[in-house]
């Protein structure tokens, strides 16, 4: 997947990140909970859109509005997702990338 999917590629860096900056703050067991779950739900999604993505290849090799129509569903599902995680880590993390910044 991660090879041939550009997006998973993107979702590896930002995991990789995450879990860094979870160690490097030293995040509770309940906040490690939370950004868990998130990635996971984030990288479910992506293994789902792939899936989804390959099967509609194989049975509609050709154009067809039902066909881009699962796709897009697919993907919009890992975009929530992704847009969901994005506000645990804004939670989570918000304050301390903040403090390191000086915003406050």
């Known amino acids: 997947m991660m090879v041939s999917e550009a997006n998973a590629r993107i979702h590896a ?3 990789i990140l995450v879990v860094g900056a979870g ?3 030293g995040i509770s067991r309940g906040e490690w909970l939370a950004v868990l ?3 996971g739900m984030v990288w479910l999604g992506e293994g789902m859109n792939s899936a989804i993505e390959a099967v509609v290849d194989l049975v ?3 154009e ?3 066909a881009g129509r699962a796709k897009d569903l697919a993907a ?3 975009l929530c997702a992704a847009v969901v995680a994005g506000m645990i ?3 989570v993390f918000g304050g301390r990338v903040g403090g390191l910044l000086g915003w406050w």
């Open 13 to 15: 860096v930002a995991t």
């Open 23 to 25: 160690w490097y703050w």
């Open 37 to 39: 779950l998130a990635v």
């Open 60 to 62: 509609s090799p050709g």
């Open 64 to 66: 067809h509005p039902l």
């Open 76 to 78: 919009g599902a890992v």
């Open 89 to 91: 880590g804004v939670v």
